[in-house]
């Protein structure tokens, strides 16, 4: 699904209205009975107190609007308006009026601290102040109103978003803001919702489709992609019946230190649930055994050093090598790196201690074969690219980086970013159950046997990256998020596969 920014909504707004032939009111009316269904839904006429701060704009139009539809199911519904200014939209206006027609409850005014309503925590407050049309930090009472709101404790539900959070930025430290338990978002969603900065304010997520113009939105240009199922499955090669495993390409996982074999393993291992051909295991000496017991499906050859990476001989020539898990940064090891650099040709997956070892030797960077895939943490992106101010200055920095060395860049956490051909892939699978050690190894493997069955590196980190997560959710659903382990996510490979295509 397209991400698009607050402009292109607008422009999408404008264009769907003259295109459909409808007017803003009309399409005010759409959106938010889609909203009122939804609350509905989850309700169920429950007796609960609803208050619904609206502001002045359309957000706030919105909110009277769902007032309305409320009311007139037999909801319990109080309206106050947030009075920033005398300058009211016309669809506000529209629907102030229509509302008055409705209820003889009417709206109640806020117009400084003195008029800020109770709230009781088992009220279900309505956040439809400010969505798209932020143009500046919430100041003064409003910024105290939104706190006053968030101290509540009462369930927060959004309209588009957030108010006080900014479809295009950060907002500062001292920004007052909402904090919702969940945001219910018009089309698309936006990109603030999924970055570590501000992710935490939209609480749960669900977007919905107001039926904007079909053919503006599938024209129209953006760098920012989200990921589910949809997206991934485009992106799956079915396997042939007349087809070998000569077909499915060879992986090379060359990593590991003493006591740090397993990270190679968990690679391994997912290489071959992946559906690698063949894969491969160059580890030093001490892991021969580990490895050869625990997956007698892998080959396994070995470095002449029992402990340490010192002359990675392969001998290969594999479709794709997966370098750096658990490998230790030792001089000779990154020696060894660097010799292994300047002879592979084909695009490599570098995790881990790889990154390390390039971020302490930038002049390695210049060996990266094209197309080469990183796939840092969020620490492991610092030490490569350096500090950043805020979430849009990284993706600025990465998206510099990875293009000046045509790269892709997997950048790892709650929505991991894949930064590729200028193009940034967000990803909607995946669950804080897989923040546990060895995960990224598993995701490092799972790349590594698609690119060995010959997708693209972008093509192999989007639907790994997807895959990843939505293994490590099967695993959750049944295991708890405490209880998952990344060998789990290893095993659930299978079901990861099936879950594409199921409905
Ligand atoms: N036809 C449309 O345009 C539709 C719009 N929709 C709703 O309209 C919203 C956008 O509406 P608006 O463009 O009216 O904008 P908002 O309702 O988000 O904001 C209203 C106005 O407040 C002012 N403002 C911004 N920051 C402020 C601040 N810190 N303090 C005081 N005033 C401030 C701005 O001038 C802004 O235009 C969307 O988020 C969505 O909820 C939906 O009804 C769908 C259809
Ligand atoms: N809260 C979360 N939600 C979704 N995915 C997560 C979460 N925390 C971690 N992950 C995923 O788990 C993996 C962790 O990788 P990494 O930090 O390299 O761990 P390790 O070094 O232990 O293998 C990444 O793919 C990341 O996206
Ligand atoms: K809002």
């Known amino acids: 699904m397209k991400i698009f920014s ?6 999408a707004d404008e264009l769907t209205i003259k295109i459909q032939g409808i007017t803003s009111t009309q399409l005010m009316e759409r959106a938010a009975s889609l909203v009122t ?27 009277l609007v769902i007032a309305r539809q409320l009311i007139e199911k037999g909801y319990r519904v109080k309206v106050f308006v947030v009075n920033y200014s005398d300058n ?24 400084d601290e003195g008029d800020f309503p109770e709230i009781d925590p088992n009220d279900f407050v309505i956040d439809a102040i400010f969505g798209i049309g932020l143009n500046r930090p919430l100041e003064g009472w409003i910024g105290e109103l939104v706190t006053y709101i968030n101290q509540s404790k009462a369930f927060i539900l959004a309209i588009d978003m957030p108010s006080g959070l900014f479809s295009d930025r950060v907002p500062a430290e001292k920004d007052c803001l909402i904090s919702a338990n969940f945001t219910l978002s018009f089309q698309t969603p936006k990109l603030v919702f999924f970055l570590p900065q501000t992710m935490d304010y939209v609480g749960d997520l669900q977007v919905l489709d107001i039926g904007l113009d079909r053919d503006f939105l599938s024209s129209e240009k953006t760098n920012y992609e989200l990921i589910n199922k949809h997206e991934a499955r485009t992106l799956y090669k079915p396997r042939k019946s007349n087809s070998h495993k000569g077909n499915y390409g060879h992986a090379l996982v060359i990593g590991g230190s003493y006591g740090k074999i397993g990270s190679v393993l968990l690679s391994t291992k997912a290489a071959l649930r992946t559906g690698a051909g063949l894969v491969s295991t160059f580890i030093p000496k001490c892991g021969y055994n580990i490895l050869q017991t ?10 002449k050093n029992e402990e340490k990476l010192t002359n990675i001989d392969h001998r290969m020539d594999p479709s794709v ?13 990154v020696e060894a790196f ?8 084909k695009p490599m997956l570098i995790d881990a201690d790889g990154l390390n070892m390039i971020s302490e030797n930038q002049e390695l960077l210049e060996f990266l074969p094209k ?19 805020d979430d849009f200055e990284k993706i600025e920095k990465v998206q510099e980086f990875t293009q000046s060395h045509d790269l892709v860049l997997v950048l790892k956490g709650s929505h991991t970013f894949v930064f590729g051909e200028g193009h940034v892939y967000i990803n909607n699978s995946g669950n804080p159950g897989m923040a546990t050690a060895g995960s990224g190894d598993v995701l490092s493997g799972i790349i590594a046997g698609l690119i060995s069955q010959q997708y693209s590196s972008l093509a192999a980190a989007i639907l790994g990256v997807y895959l990843h997560g939505i293994s490590g959710d099967i695993v959750a659903e049944n295991r708890s998020y405490q209880a998952l382990i990344s060998g789990d996510i290893v095993e659930n490979m299978g079901a990861a596969f099936q879950a594409l295509f199921a409905d």
């Open 6 to 11: 607050a402009a292109q909504l607008k422009k």
């Open 37 to 63: 269904n939804e609350i509905d839904k989850r309700l169920q006429n429950a007796d609960i107190a609803i208050k619904i701060f609206c502001g002045i704009g359309n957000n706030g139009g919105d909110g």
């Open 88 to 111: 009211r939209s016309q669809d506000f206006l529209i629907n102030y009026d229509r509302l008055k027609e409705t209820t003889n409850d009417w709206p109640e005014y806020i117009k």
């Open 294 to 303: 625990a997956l007698p499906e892998a080959m396994v050859i070995t470095d």
């Open 321 to 333: 090598i997966c370098f750096g898990m658990g490998a230790g940064k030792d001089p000779k090891t």
């Open 338 to 345: 660097k010799e292994l650099l300047q002879k592979t040709e």
């Open 371 to 389: 197309k080469s895939l990183l796939t840092p943490h969020p620490k492991e992106l610092q030490r490569l690219i350096g500090d950043w101010n």
